[in-house]
Antibody, heavy 117, light 113 residues
Framework: QVQLVESGGGVVQPGRSLRLSCAAS????????MHWVRQAPGKGLEWVAV????????YYADSVKGRFTISRDNSKNTLYLQMNSLSVEDTAVYYC??????????WGQGSLVTVSS | DIVMTQSPDSLAVSLGERATINCKSS????????????LAWYQQKPGQPPKLLIS???TRESGVPGRFSGSGSGTDFTLTISSLQAEDVAVYYC?????????FGQGTRLEIK
């Protein structure tokens, strides 16, 4: 079955960087478009970024554009989110999700990122 | 960007009664070439990731109980739970996937009355 496992979250100071990973299994990762979606504590879902199957096409929410970079390593079945210049507003649970015809068909359990001094 | 607006923000319904959640997009998400509405519904229970319930506005995911149904077209959509069960307590989100960014509604919290 499809499994997505995020890792790399933690507590980080404002202005610092963090990289999240999402290990995928149970499906052909290299054939799947992948997303990152985040959820601030007690708030709703916010789409963050998407990457094409081969990694050549990437799109970002305006709130993270220029600071976050989505990437993937199809040889390792792993999705990444490099987060730079973090601010307190980036505090959230970050989910990776597998795209199914455009929508998020499968979700990981999430990784909590807390930005605090 | 397409703005998705859900109503109400919260809803309390008695067990066995019908629950209706609305979702409105700021522009049409009906793709004319295939006559499909690019609208998904998700359910999120406390401490869990979202779960896909419905895609293409009305196609129920495998394993989703038949009491869940989606309807609507163009800019106005509805998620209906025909007979509320205790396990349906959750926050429900709509999302458009017609264009990027893939925007979500703000969520509707469903509780038992």
């Amino acid at each position: 079955q499809v499994q997505l496992v995020e890792s790399g979250g933690g507590v980080v100071q404002p202005g610092r960087s963090l990289r999240l990973s999402c290990a995928a299994s149970g499906f052909t990762f290299s054939s799947s478009v992948m997303h990152w979606v985040r959820q601030a504590p007690g708030k709703g879902l916010e789409w963050v970024a998407v990457i094409s199957q081969d990694g050549t096409n990437k799109y970002y929410a305006d709130s993270v554009k220029g600071r976050f970079t989505i990437s993937r390593d199809n040889s390792k079945n792993t999705l990444y989110l490099q987060m730079n210049s973090l601010s307190v507003e980036d505090t959230a649970v970050y989910y990776c999700a597998r795209d199914t015809s455009g929508y998020c068909g499968h979700w990981g359990q999430g990784s909590l990122v807390t930005v605090s001094s | 960007d397409i703005v998705m607006t859900q109503s109400p923000d919260s809803l309390a319904v008695s067990l066995g009664e019908r629950a209706t959640i609305n979702c409105k997009s700021s522009q049409s998400i009906l793709y004319s070439s295939n006559n499909k509405n690019y609208l998904a519904w998700y359910q999120q229970k406390p401490g869990q990731p979202p779960k896909l319930l419905i895609s293409w506005a009305s196609t129920r995911e495998s394993g989703v109980p038949g009491r869940f149904s989606g309807s609507g077209s163009g800019t106005d959509f509805t998620l209906t739970i025909s007979s509320l069960q205790a396990e349906d307590v959750a926050v429900y989100y709509c999302q458009q996937y017609y264009s990027t960014p893939r925007t979500f509604g703000q969520g509707t919290r469903l509780e038992i009355k």
